[in-house]
């Protein structure tokens, strides 16, 4: 039985030297280096608005910059400010937040239509639409046929008609030679 004991007690030894030798044949891999990672700068915080809930129309499809490619538009409320804007996030990857919340991008509108709780009829207005001074310096509405050509101008591109139900406040929100501009209609 001593035998049999220093005979396990032997094998145990050379399996265990044997599985370390292995152990230290193999080589040793190192650490991968740490990949540090930048954030994004364009959305490096979260936005403060959400969908508008308010506008039956919050969502519109449009080349706005003339490239082929659809630009999509939302309208948005900010939930801290109680606040409206429009999102553009155009083909090319641009992005733009137009109007009085947080992140504003572009404030385009007049200050007292710039919240656009008021703009419940948002279309697209089809390219080459004539935009021109609809009032004249006395404050009378201007007929097209009276506006001289050379204060006229033939918009190249889809633009977005923002309006009132049945009332006379309306306007383009449209893209010229590398910006958003805004031109009343009524």
């Known amino acids: 039985m001593k035998k049999n004991l220093q005979l ?13 030798e292995k152990t230290k044949e193999q080589p040793v891999k190192e650490a991968p280096t ?20 308010d506008h039956q129309t919050n969502t519109i499809t449009l080349d706005i910059d003339g490239d082929g490619k659809p630009d999509y538009i939302q ?35 007049p200050e007292d239509m710039e919240d656009i709780l008021w703009a419940q009829d948002i279309t697209v207005q089809e390219k080459n639409a004539v935009i021109y001074e609809v009032v004249d310096e006395n404050g009378n509405l201007r007929p097209e046929e009276d506006v001289p050509e050379d204060e006229k101008i033939t918009l190249p591109y889809e633009s977005l008609h923002l309006s009132v139900p049945e009332s006379c406040g309306s306007g383009l929100l449209y893209w010229l030679d590398g910006t958003y501009h805004w031109h009343q209609t009524s």
């Open 8 to 20: 396990l007690a032997i094998l145990s030894f050379l399996t265990l030297v044997s599985c370390q």
């Open 34 to 53: 740490p990949v540090e990672v930048q954030p994004s700068e364009t959305h490096t915080n979260q936005p403060d608005y959400v969908l508008s809930p």
């Open 75 to 109: 309208i948005v409320k900010s939930p801290s400010s109680g606040r409206y804007g429009i999102t553009v996030k155009r083909a090319t990857g641009d992005f733009a937040i137009i109007g009085p919340i947080d992140g504003s991008t572009h404030r385009v509108l």
